[in-house]
């Protein structure tokens, strides 16, 4: 760690042709200058998806400094650092924070940067649509933020049930904010979403046929199929709650026949497969980056490719395991609990194929392999404490304790935060072009998993010892004090190792050393590029032959078999353009023109920002203003523009 | 990788701080009946079997990894194709088959056995949510005989008890470990629950469906009492307070009666728990009082510190005034 | 030695239909939409099986409903035309075409807003009311959105920005339409059918 070290950690040119000359024009094409303006008008996927890293984990560690003004507060029996009031919006803004601000966007943030990359394209199928999708997150996690400085944050946790969260026992506009807030974060994974499916099925690199797709690509589509299905629900959800609170209906009020149970169903369609689309894109980090640092090829990419779908198409059926205790017939609960323990099986395949990767692989003990071997481990504990709350019968003491917050905390944080982390050490160089400190990385390592576990093993025992979960404090006599005050100090610990990382973020981003284009010796097609990347991504487009281009030399199962072509190809230049294929065999079919930076995404957000605002405050007005501006942006976004040919001859690089 | 002693040496000692501590609503250990005993057994063994993967998992982890380890110093780290791991697939996710089947089995059974009382109630009571405190009504054979109380159900031992559970306002959760699972009290639909004490005493239970701010505070308590007990229970609760008119008995009346019922006297309020056998109770406010003279001070003087938030307000009395309706509580038995 | 060679093979740029990628994006679109209108549909079923005040003296009238349906229904038809003339390069018969169109789904908006003025209940009134307004409303929604984007296509025809070759903006929007005519089928099949079969 002394003066800016020179020397590249891996010296080579980067595998992709980048011959100057197209290298040049290219470069003109695609840049998109320097400037405030260019800062917000940029469509470039690596900006957008950096761009949702950094914001998601600012709301990590906003989350994480309420949690840590919690863990403060129940460290001991009876204690009054709070307010039950102010604790209530705490842990509600702690949830909400940590599933709809954090966990999903960083996901996007990663596949956002990586896809294009790893798919040999040069951006998303959309690329406005992307800002767009960014913007919209932003404006939205500023609208809940709103509140909490005007001491109205949303006070009814995570999913906020009815009627508690009804006007009468809610009457501020906590509830509003959450309502509202959601409808509008909706709309950002939506467009999202959709921009992932269609770059899955259209930009790809001649060859990328579905069996040679890494498997966070799996994971990403995966989640984002099921966001397209399963966000409407909580949407629709939040809308009723909305006219319920506002507009005198009754969807959920019993007065006029409404059912309190009704919100639990759509929250719940919705809540479960979402938190396997928290967990699933984040699984495949690990499956792609894993058997890198064990120097082999995953074990069994069919299956594990597999079983992520499969967990998603069970996932969808399992919503009631959430609604154990609401009087449903113990029937009709059996078949979800059954099918609550089905979902073990895909899990199972995952974990004993990256146990097997790390087995009959060379292991390198590197910061992203400690962080992704803690993660197998933490995936277990949280599976198998899953697996008890499946049981119906167990779940009836179980449901609502401390040991659901172990389990969700287990899942959430083994199975998203451990290899977002891994993940940020594994690709950092690629963002960058420089490698993260690997002594401090150990160590950040260590203390995180240390600090973690102290934090969150002892919530299992305090959930069995009967503590329930969402009570701003707890009597003396229940024998819960101890344990709490090893979790708290725990969570300062796990805390401690976090902003560990943030200095290493910071210090490999000013001083690290030089990566050179493939630091890891890494197989798949990011690595192909110089890191950074240039913003065309693939000066040349590569033409893919197996799931390792880079690789291939060195392992392929079949040397007579075709090999990759990263340094001959589609050489589009005429203009910012990328190549279509098909959706199955990856086939060019098409010469895609790419649209250039610009303001509207932007714009589009602050026009609906403003609309939830008024809608919010009932200002009309605004609503009105809001909703013209929208529509004047999305006329503009539409409009028809001048196309120039309809065809166009193929340039191929050789 | 690196085992973590440190954790583990505090997590033990964290334990065996703990169990030192009693801790009455834990469900692993004495429950008293057989609405819970399945539900015990199921969570001690889904315990052991969940530890015991964990256990394996964590064996199989370390020995790969100081495997792929030792590969790595012996043959360097040149890319290979590596040696066929699917054996560690088929072998994993064959024996985790049928563990999770008989998991579900033994679970099912549980839910089974669990699910429907083995005798005819012999007790019903209605269980009505408010924020933060239960209402609670027993049912006799004349219309007339309905006992309302709070916040302490007494039951006979040994016999099971039914419970129909619903909610004046929102969602609340009936929970009494130690006695048998969970049930939500939904607004506006009536929920079936049982249970029944084999053991006298008294069992701690807890709200477990968050209510608003003070749904940590929403105890319960359950006293099981000896047959012949409860029916004198029962007996003394159907009836009405003794007539009284001292100064105390005035002040409830017009400061307490808008939101209290005491039988026998023109105090009908609704909003708050029936108090004809308030000092009778063991806890005030839903378990977070000792009921006890000077708790009961503590209570109507200072209610918005003991329970921030409740629907209770700090009314304003004479100090005087506060002394005599705090007496008059103390002779509703 | 290496170079840049334009090849004799061409490509289409940007390309139509299926071939676009702004077709898989409405199909995305579509997707979740629809989603949306089977949790409305469920909510629908889920309030009427947990109520035993429903529907408020029988099931909806057909009177207005069936007239709507045929219009709406027809308007999909003419605009299927529209659309295929289009692209044919005839641009008069079109822009009948989507006229018409437009005009039978303004009508088609007209006899729902007039039916919701006849009904003895306001959204506010109870869970069934609350349930068909919304059901009914974001329908009406659709329809008011599709309205607007084949106004707004006409309005570019009309100025000369949108020309035969676009026809991709012919075929979105039409898939659209058909698509909010498509729901429309599932709504009246739960809101005047169902009832009426029970
Ligand atoms: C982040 C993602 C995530 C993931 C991946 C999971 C995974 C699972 N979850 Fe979890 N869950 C949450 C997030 C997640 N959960 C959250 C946030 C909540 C709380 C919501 C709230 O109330 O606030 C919750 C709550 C929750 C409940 C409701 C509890 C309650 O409120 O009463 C249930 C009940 O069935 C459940 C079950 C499961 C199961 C069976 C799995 C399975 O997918 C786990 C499968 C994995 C394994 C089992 C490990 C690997 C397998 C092996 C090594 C094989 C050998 C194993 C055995 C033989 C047992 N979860
Ligand atoms: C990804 C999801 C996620 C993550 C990462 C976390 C992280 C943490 N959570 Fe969270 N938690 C949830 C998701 C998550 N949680 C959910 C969904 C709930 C349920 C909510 C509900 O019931 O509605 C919950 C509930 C919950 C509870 C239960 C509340 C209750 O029921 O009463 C508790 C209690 O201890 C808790 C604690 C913690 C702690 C200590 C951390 C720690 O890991 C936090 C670690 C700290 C940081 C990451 C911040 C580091 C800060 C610094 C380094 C300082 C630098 C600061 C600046 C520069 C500003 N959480
Ligand atoms: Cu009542 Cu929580
Ligand atoms: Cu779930």
């Not at chain 1, 977002?420 to 150990?442: N, S």
């Not at chain 3, 003419?78 to 989507?98: D, H």
Request: with cysteine; proline share 6%.
């Amino acid at each position: 760690m002394s003066a800016v070290p020179v020397t590249a950690v891996d010296p080579r040119e980067p595998a992709s042709a980048s011959p100057p000359e197209l290298a040049t024009r290219l470069e003109a094409l695609w840049g998109e200058g320097e400037g405030l303006r260019a800062w917000f008008a940029t469509v470039d996927h690596k900006a957008i998806g950096l761009r949702y890293i950094v914001t998601a984990f600012v709301f990590l560690l906003l989350g994480g400094v309420e949690a840590l003004v919690m863990r403060i507060q129940l460290a001991s029996p009876e204690a009054r650092v709070l307010n039950p009031e102010q604790y209530s919006q705490l842990f509600s803004m702690h949830g909400v924070t940590m599933i709809f601000l954090y966990a999903l966007p960083v996901l996007s943030g990663f596949s956002n940067y990586l896809w294009p990359l790893l798919l040999g394209s040069r951006d998303m199928a959309f690329p406005r649509l992307n800002a767009l999708s960014y913007w919209l997150f932003l404006a939205a996690g500023l609208f809940l933020y709103m509140s909490f400085f005007i001491g109205a944050a949303p006070n009814d946790g995570w999913f906020s049930y009815v009627p508690q969260s009804l006007k009468p026992y809610s009457p501020g506009p906590n509830l509003d904010v959450y309502a509202l807030g959601l409808i509008f974060l909706g709309l950002s994974t939506t467009v999202g979403s959709a921009n992932f499916v269609v770059t899955l099925l259209r930009m790809r690199a001649p060859g990328m046929s579905v069996n040679r797709l890494p498997i966070l690509v799996w994971g990403t589509i995966t989640a984002s199929v099921a966001n397209l299905l399963a966000v409407p629900a909580v949407s629709l959800a939040c809308l009723m709650l909305w006219l319920d609170r506002h507009h005198g209906t009754h969807f959920f009020d019993i007065g006029g026949g409404g059912q309190p149970l009704l919100w639990q169903h759509l929250f719940w369609m919705f809540g479960h497969p979402w938190v396997y689309a928290l967990v699933l894109p984040a699984m495949g980090l690990v499956s792609d980056a894993l058997p890198v640092h064990c120097r082999r090829p995953l074990v069994g990419y069919t299956p594990v490719a597999m079983s992520t779908v499969a967990t998603m198409v069970i996932g969808f059926g399992v919503w009631l395991h959430h609604m154990f205790a609401t009087g449903v017939p113990p029937l009709a609960l059996s078949f979800f609990s059954a099918a609550s323990f089905v979902i073990a099986i895909p899990s199972a395949i995952g974990v004993f194929a990256w146990i097997a990767t790390i087995y009959t692989g060379r292991a390198r003990l590197t910061t992203p392999f400690l962080f992704f071997v803690g993660f197998v481990l933490l995936f277990v504990i949280g599976g198998v404490s899953g697996v008890m709350t499946a049981s119906l019968a167990l779940d009836w003491q179980l449901t609502d304790t401390y040991f659901i917050v172990a389990h969700l905390h287990y899942v959430l944080l083994g199975i998203n935060v451990f290899p977002v982390i891994g993940a940020i050490y594994h690709w950092f160089p690629k963002f960058t072009g420089r490698m993260m400190d690997e002594r401090l990385g150990r160590w950040t390592f260590g203390v995180m998993f240390i600090g973690f576990n102290l934090a969150f093993l002892p919530m299992h025992w305090l959930g069995l010892a009967g503590m329930p979960r969402r009570v701003w404090t707890y009597s003396h006599g229940l024998g819960f004090g101890a344990a709490n005050l090893v979790v708290s100090i725990g969570a300062f610990l796990f805390a401690a190792g976090v902003l560990m990382f943030l200095i290493g973020v910071v210090h490999g981003a000013l001083r690290g050393r030089i990566a050179g284009p493939n630091p890891w010796d890494a197989p798949t097609l990011e690595w192909s590029t110089a890191s950074p990347p240039p913003v065309y991504n693939f000066a040349v487009l590569p033409l893919v032959a197996s799931r390792h281009p880079l690789w291939e030399a060195r392992i392929d199962e079949d040397p007579e078999g075709d090999r990759s072509l990263l340094t001959t190809g589609f050489a589009l230049d005429d203009g910012k353009e990328t190549l279509g294929v098909t959706p199955l065999d990856a086939q060019p079919d098409v010469i895609l023109k790419m649209p250039g930076p610009t303001l509207l995404p932007a714009l589009l957000s602050v026009a609906l920002f403003a609309l939830f605002v008024g809608l919010l405050c009932s200002w009309r007005w605004l609503d009105a203003l809001a909703g013209l501006a929208a529509a004047a942006v999305l006329v503009a976004w539409f409009s028809p523009h001048a196309t120039v040919r309809d065809e166009e001859r193929v340039r191929i690089y050789e | 990788m690196r085992r973590r002693p440190g954790p583990v040496a505090l997590l033990m000692l964290a334990c065996a701080g703990c169990a030192r501590e009693s801790t009455p609503m834990d469900y692993m250990h004495g429950a008293a009946g057989p609405a819970q005993m399945p539900i015990q057994a199921l969570a001690q063994g889904f315990t052991a079997i969940c530890t015991a993967v964990v256990a394996i998992i964590a064996v199989l982890l370390i020995v790969s990894v100081r495997r792929g380890i030792r590969e790595q110093r012996n043959d360097g780290d040149a890319v290979t194709p590596g040696r066929n791991g699917m054996p560690w697939i088929y072998w994993g996710v064959g024996l985790s088959v049928p563990v999770l089947l008989a998991m579900t089995v033994w679970s099912l059974l549980a839910t089974r056995a669990v699910a429907t009382p083995p005798a005819a109630p012999a007790v019903d009571v209605e269980v009505i949510g408010h924020q933060w405190w239960w209402e609670l009504r027993y049912h006799g054979d004349r219309a007339s005989d309905i006992v309302t109380t709070a916040n302490e159900l007494v039951v006979p031992v040994g016999q099971p008890v039914r419970l129909r559970m619903t909610s004046a306002d929102v969602i609340h959760d009936f929970w009494v470990p130690k006695l048998g699972p969970k049930m939500d009290l939904v607004p506006g639909q009536w929920n079936n629950s049982w249970f029944q004490a084999d053991r006298a005493g008294v069992y701690v239970g807890q709200c477990a469906e968050y209510c608003g701010v003070e749904h940590g505070k929403m105890g319960i308590r359950v006293r099981a009492l000896p047959k012949a007990q409860f029916d004198t229970w029962l007996a003394l609760e159907r009836q009405p307070a003794l007539p009284s008119i001292n100064r105390g008995a005035q002040v409830f009346g017009q400061a307490c009666a808008a939101c209290h019922t005491v039988r026998g006297t023109g105090a009908g309020g609704i909003v708050g728990p029936d108090l004809t056998h308030v000092a009778g109770r063991l806890t005030l406010a839903a378990g977070m009082l000792p009921n006890t003279p000077t708790a009961r001070m503590t209570w109507v003087a200072h209610t918005q510190q003991v329970k921030p938030g409740a629907q209770m307000p700090e009314v304003p009395l004479a100090d005087v005034d506060r002394a005599a309706v705090v007496d008059y509580l103390g002779t509703l038995r | 030695m290496s170079e840049v060679r334009t090849l004799d093979d061409t490509l289409p740029v940007q390309g139509q239909g299926r071939t676009g990628t702004a077709w898989w994006g409405l199909m995305c679109v579509i997707g979740t939409e629809g989603i949306l209108f089977a949790y409305l549909i469920f909510s629908y079923g889920y309030l009427a099986s947990q109520n035993v005040r429903w529907l408020h003296d029988g099931p909806r009238s057909l009177r207005l409903a069936l007239p709507a349906t045929v219009l709406l229904v027809g308007s999909s038809i003419v605009l299927e035309w529209a659309k295929r003339v289009g692209n044919r390069g005839r641009t008069g018969a079109a822009r009948l075409g989507v006229v018409l169109a437009v005009l039978m789904g303004a009508a088609f908006m007209l006899l729902e807003l007039r039916e919701w003025k006849e009904q003895p209940f306001a959204f506010d009134t109870d869970s069934y009311s609350s349930i068909y307004f919304l059901l009914t409303g974001t329908h009406l929604a659709h329809v008011a959105v599709g309205l607007l984007g084949l106004l707004m296509m006409l309005a570019w025809s009309f100025g000369g920005r949108l020309r035969t070759e676009h026809s991709q903006y012919r075929a979105l929007t039409t898939l659209y339409w058909h698509f909010v005519d498509a729901v429309w089928l599932f709504v009246f099949a739960t809101i005047y059918l169902s009832p009426r079969l029970a």
